[in-house]
């Protein structure tokens, strides 16, 4: 069992954060990440910048584009990450676009996963069938859970099918929507993930896009396993930088009060 | 012609090693949808009528196919002009255009949006969407837009609302990205109308069959106007490659046809501000499809240039890349300055202004040999009016 697949199993509520490697400065990575831990963060889904983000709101844009021009690749974020291991105990999921995964080499990245214990990978852009087909046995020999997507429009078969496929988490889109998008979540989406709830799945899932706050938090994880805080952290870095304090108050403010 | 060509995409969505659609989740249903529907409706008898109907009395076809005589003379050579200068809205995007328009009111959509570097697609879009009365949004880049006042302007005229893409480098792909975005958020009642043979399947082969009319058109020309039955060259520029794959159609599995693509080199192929990308790019993913891309190390797009901006897309559609690694086609590639000579002379030689993207197609006529017997076709894709303002600046006019 990998770090994802134990927190899954042992926690409910769970808090995940996304943010940019290499944001708001090259060197911020593992001072967040440490920070995001004392905080009571259970899970980082740690981006990989990318040139294209075309899933991504402006919010998400940007911090790609200013940790680009800091310099960061994926080449870097493994020597920043190489030693996480000795302070880092969450469950680490790299997420990124397909294209600079596959110019790094798909094999060589998951070695490196493996090697600084990375527990999973979130890539949008890569198809089910490509993944099924090239790569799956690759990602499930290392113990790296591959983290599909689902949204409001995927079709019930088709959830069942990447259920079938998957041994880390389902990444709950919770609409029709780039990251950052907006917050609240309406009825609408409610009965989305009802009805995805009692498709049977083995998978648990975890919901993001549009998690902001306390509020959104909460009613989020009455509908599934936790949720996800993106570009809401990722505008609080761009504010109050790699600190220690205020991303303290920000984990704290949205999770303390999300016991149900 | 059959659809079992080695050169056609597979089931799959593949040319040989290349296409596909790498597309996040949020776009799969979309992308499904759209490759359920779109051969039935394109083969259907009412949208065909209706295509070719829009095609002759809308768009003006069939464009001329014209023996260039004075450039025949200077090349020792038989040169005929393709002339998609001469359609409605000055160059061969509108076939596309007006194609995807009718796909989308077949599956009932009300909302069109698209993407432009130049401004060419766009307002071939625009014009369209203004036909059929649909809304239209077009996706610019904020330096695309300062650089082609006079397209924005028409596409304004035409109804359309022009957005700005103000992330990564502001042109071209960041507005395809915005157009992406815009459809992520709007999957229900929008249809996306993608400008060349580039992004997921199906849009490269959907945007290849609406532009194939070019050769079907080329094929009974060529026996009109000279005693053979084919030609021996099909020449064409490439940005995503939408008027070469037009172009090459109809000829892909008869290799006596020699097709020629010309990608733009910009200042000189390895000059770094190059457009090139057979030539300087390599394997990767780009708004869907995987082909050759200008990339850095550590996978980044990056920002290609040519002093024509229909030319000056990182990607290159996967049909081409397959043609090259089959060596079906040959790539070569033409700098800014060979693309103005080759405009200036067919300007001075045929009475025909150009558009700078088709003047780097004339350019392959300095640089390979042809026997005076051979029948040399050149696609001139669109025209000059566009590039008045670079005439005029680099000629001193
Ligand atoms: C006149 C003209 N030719 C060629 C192109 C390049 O596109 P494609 O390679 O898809 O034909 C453009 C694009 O804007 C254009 O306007």
Request: proline fraction near 4%; hydrophobic fraction near 40%; charged fraction near 25%.
């Amino acid at each position: 069992m990998n770090r994802i697949q134990k927190l899954l199993q042992e926690k409910k509520d769970i808090f995940s954060a996304y943010f940019t490697a290499g944001y708001p400065h090259l060197e911020d990575t593992m001072p967040v990440l440490e920070a995001l831990q004392e905080a009571g963060t259970d899970l980082v889904e740690l981006g990989m910048p990318f040139s294209d983000p075309l899933a991504d709101g402006p919010t998400i844009q940007k911090s790609s584009e200013d940790a680009l021009e800091n310099g960061m690749s994926i080449k870097k974020l493994f020597e920043q990450i190489k030693d996480m291991r000795k302070t880092i105990d969450m469950p680490i999921v790299l997420m990124g676009y397909f294209n600079p995964v596959f110019k790094y080499g798909v094999e060589a990245f998951v070695a490196k996963c493996k090697e600084v214990g990375v527990d999973g990978v979130i890539l949008p852009d890569l198809p089910f069938d490509e993944y099924n087909d090239k790569y799956q046995q690759l990602f499930e020999d290392a113990n790296i859970s591959n983290i599909f997507l689902i949204t409001p429009q995927t079709p019930d078969e088709r959830i069942k099918l990447i259920d079938a496929n998957s041994n880390g988490f389902i990444y709950m889109v919770s609409s029709a929507a780039v990251t950052g998008a907006k917050s609240g979540l309406s009825d609408q989406q409610l009965a989305y993930f009802n009805r995805v709830n009692n498709l049977g799945l083995s998978t648990p899932r975890i919901i993001g896009f549009g998690i902001s706050n306390k509020e959104t938090f909460t009613t989020a994880c009455k509908y599934a396993s936790g949720a996800i805080v993106g570009s809401a952290f990722v505008k609080l870095l761009a504010e109050k930088g790699a600190d220690k304090v205020s991303i303290n108050d920000f984990v704290k403010g949205i999770k303390d009060t999300s016991e149900k | 012609m059959s659809d079992k060509s080695k050169y056609q995409v597979d089931e799959n969505g593949m040319y040989g090693r290349f296409g596909g659609a790498f597309i996040p989740e949020m776009l799969q249903p979309n992308i499904d949808n759209l490759k359920k529907v779109y051969l039935d409706i394109i083969n259907s008898e009412a949208f065909q009528k209706e295509y070719k109907s829009l095609l002759k009395d809308y768009v003006g076809r069939p464009s001329p196919l014209y023996l260039a005589k004075r450039l025949s003379e200077k090349y020792g050579t038989n040169v005929y002009l393709k002339r998609e200068d001469l359609n409605h809205t000055g160059a061969h995007k509108i076939n596309n255009t007006v194609g995807q328009i009718l796909i989308a009111k077949h599956m009932g959509k009300e909302r069109i949006i698209a993407e432009t570097g130049a401004g060419q697609h766009g307002v071939a879009t625009a014009t369209a969407c203004a036909l059929m009365g649909l809304k239209c949004v077009v996706y610019m880049g904020e330096v695309d837009i300062k650089r082609q006042a006079p397209n924005v302007a028409r596409m304004k005229m035409l109804g359309a609302e022009v957005k700005a893409a103000q992330s990564g480098s502001k042109t071209l792909k960041d507005a395809t990205n915005e157009a992406m975005r815009d459809w992520i958020c709007n999957p229900e009642d929008t249809f996306y109308l993608i400008g060349s043979v580039v992004g997921p399947h199906p849009y490269p082969d959907m945007v290849a069959r609406l532009q194939a009319i070019i050769s079907e058109e080329i094929a009974w020309q060529i026996k009109e106007k000279t005693d053979k039955e084919y030609p021996d060259y099909v020449i064409a520029c490439v940005g995503g490659g939408s008027n070469a794959a037009g172009s090459f159609y109809h000829f892909l599995d008869d290799e006596r046809v020699k097709l020629v693509a010309v990608e733009a080199s910009g200042m000189g192929v390895s000059s770094g501000e190059t457009a090139a990308t057979i030539a300087m790019g390599d394997l990767g993913v780009i708004h869907g499809s995987k082909t050759f891309l200008m990339q850095s190390d550590d996978g980044q797009i990056t920002e290609p240039y040519s002093i024509s901006a229909g030319l000056d897309y990182p990607g290159i559609g996967p049909i081409h890349a397959h043609l090259h690694d089959t060596k079906r086609a040959t790539i070569i590639s033409a700098t800014d300055q060979e693309a103005l000579d080759s405009a200036l002379e067919l300007t001075q030689l045929e009475g025909i202004i150009p558009a700078l993207e088709s003047s780097h197609a004339l350019a392959a006529l300095g640089k390979m040999k042809f026997k005076p017997d051979d029948a040399v076709v050149i696609t001139i894709s669109g025209r000059g009016d566009k590039d008045m303002e670079t005439y005029m600046n680099r000629f001193g006019f």
